[in-house]
């Protein structure tokens, strides 16, 4: 009997433990990725919140359809990677922004367009390749002043040939530079480079 009674008590008290709260990271960005209304597979959509603590991304599966889950109720940036387009309807054709609710689904549809590339190589006066230095992109007159959406694309460096190749370039003006080589630490100043104009361009704008 007295067992049974402890029984009794031990499973009446579990009953009124409280529920444990749980994380409030439940919120959902579904949606589809299309170019000119045809579902693209395989796009890694990422989002990042606006204080930049949490990044999550999803791929596009064969019907185009993207989800990701497990996002605080915050504002979040929208943006599309590993493809050669960009953002029809955006913030300098790279970013989305759209406000999450923690405990619920949130839908985005994506609309993408073509974007530009940009190809070269970096040499130095001697005529050696410039290898492994990251490649600087900075748009000229955008929307936002100071504001570069390259600046927040994963990191770009010249090859074993001093090349490069930035693709899914919104449309616009920029101006390209040679960062820091990687082995330089402790200064966030930009090594002098020189400046080479594209054939038939004479000034520096």
Known sequence: ??????????????????????????GTIRGT??????????????????????KRSA???????????????????????????????SIGGTF????????G???LDLALTEGGVVSGCVEYSSG???????VLAEEIGGS???FSPMNFRAGIRTDDQGCFRLFGVPAGQYRVGIGRAAEITGT??????VITYYPGVRVRS
């Open 188 to 193: 966030k100043s930009l090594l002098p480079f």
């Open 105 to 107: 689904v949130t839908t």
């Open 128 to 134: 050696q390749p410039v290898i492994g230095r990251e």
């Open 33 to 54: 990725v299309k170019f000119r209304n045809t579902p693209l597979s395989g796009v890694i959509v990422v989002a990042m919140s606006s204080n930049s603590l949490q």
């Open 96 to 103: 989305r922004s759209v406000a999450v609710n923690e405990t």
């Open 144 to 146: 936002i002043p100071g």
């Open 59 to 89: 791929q596009t599966n064969l019907a185009g359809e993207y989800e990701i889950k497990g996002l605080n109720g915050d504002a979040f940036l929208i943006s599309v990677g590993n493809t050669p387009y960009v953002l029809s309807e």
């Open 1 to 26: 009997v007295m067992s049974c009674a402890l029984a009794l008590v031990m499973f009446a008290g579990i009953l009124l433990i409280p529920p444990r709260v749980a994380s409030q990271e439940n």
